[in-house]
């Protein structure tokens, strides 16, 4: 994870990028890996990065509303079917888009394959069944760090709040 000069949260970047952004000396190591693993070049060691925080303040453009995907979608779901609690494998439009419904973040669930079978393309009132909760738009200033990301380091907890929990 990349933070800003202040502590707050940019993006999730790769290895590699982290590391270039350490020897360049535009930013510093917050913290290493878990397991304390090093990098070995030639002259330098470099601990391998879980979060690393830019040494200059970037100033960040707004932000408009985060924009629905996969990952965001399970991410607020929290990888659980809308209707039965399993394990989520699939995305559902509540409101079937056949029959008009919107792909939004309120009328798109997180969906266990056998559930997604069993409802098709009929409305909930159709069959019977009721959300577990209902869906929004996800809030707070990192939806957008998390969504790209599957699984948050535990490192990084300290830094997002209560986007992670």
Not at 6 to 25: I, N, Q, W
Not at 115 to 135: F, Q, V, Y
Request: charged share 20%; glycine share 6%; hydrophobic share 40%.
């Amino acid at each position: 994870m990349l933070l800003n000069a202040t502590f707050e949260p940019l993006t999730a970047l790769s290895l590699r990028r982290a590391v270039v952004l350490v020897v360049c000396g535009k930013a510093e190591v917050v913290h290493g890996d878990p397991s304390g693993l090093l990098l070995h070049s030639a002259t330098v060691t470099v601990p391998v990065p879980s979060v690393i925080r830019l040494n200059n303040y970037v100033r960040v453009p707004y932000r408009g509303m985060v924009p629905l995907t996969r990952a965001g979608l399970m991410h607020r779901d929290r990888y659980r079917c809308a209707y039965c609690g399993a394990k989520a494998e699939t995305i559902d439009h509540v409101v079937p888009r056949s029959r008009g419904g919107q792909h939004t973040w309120e009328n798109c669930v997180a969906c266990c394959t056998r559930c997604n079978h069993r409802k098709a393309d009929r409305l909930l009132s159709e069959i019977g069944w009721t959300l577990r909760m209902r869906p929004q738009a996800p809030r707070g200033p990192y939806w957008r760090l998390l969504a790209q990301v599957n699984d948050a380091d535990p490192e990084w907890r300290l830094y997002l709040g209560d986007a992670v929990a």
